[in-house]
């Protein structure tokens, strides 16, 4: 029980020195990589995110693996990350075959459920959606859509301005 509640000095110095060393270097990492490495744009980026947050509890924690080891699998993810957005950003196929689409969840009032379904989304997901947007009305809806990344944008308003089509651009719509 005393181990589980209290440390010797070692340990403490260990992830002293352990912390100070990883998160040097992946802030050497994030600046050369650039802003997008936590961005979350992609499911790549927020796959990449989390893989980084359990190599450096790792590291930090544990003697191994050692600074350097987690260091350079931080290194090597955000260089993944980095090689797997440009080819996507590149290749057209590798942009389809790769990444999802953001798809339209709710066109004004019009709940499409068979894309619901689909997404493995109930209704009762998307109203809790609608809340946290602050939607008092369904009337306000203009439209939901559920992104690449898996947040939910809600886009909405009192009055009656509609999406323009440039918002919506690479958005899948269902037909009607």
Request: glycine fraction near 6%; aromatic fraction near 6%.
């Amino acid at each position: 029980m005393k181990d589980w509640i209290l440390s010797d000095f070692e340990q403490v110095v260990f992830v002293a020195v352990s912390t100070v060393g990883v998160f040097t270097l992946l802030i050497l990492f994030v600046r050369i990589s650039g802003l997008r490495s936590f961005a979350k744009m992609s499911i790549i980026d927020f796959a990449s995110t989390i893989a980084i947050g359990s190599v450096l509890a790792s590291t930090l924690l544990n003697k191994s693996p050692s600074m350097i080891v987690g260091g350079l699998a931080v290194g090597f993810i955000l260089l993944y990350q980095t090689i797997f957005s440009r080819l996507v950003i590149r290749f057209e196929l590798m942009n389809r075959l790769l990444t999802n689409k953001p798809v339209v969840l709710m066109s004004g009032e019009r709940i499409h459920h068979d894309v619901l379904r689909k997404v493995n989304m109930s209704e009762g997901d998307l109203m809790a959606k609608l809340r946290e947007a602050n939607v008092l009305q369904i009337s306000e809806v203009k439209c939901v859509v559920l992104e690449s990344t898996g947040d939910v944008s809600v886009l909405h308003s009192s009055g009656d301005e509609k999406v323009e089509d440039a918002v919506l651009t690479g958005v899948r719509r269902p037909v009607s």
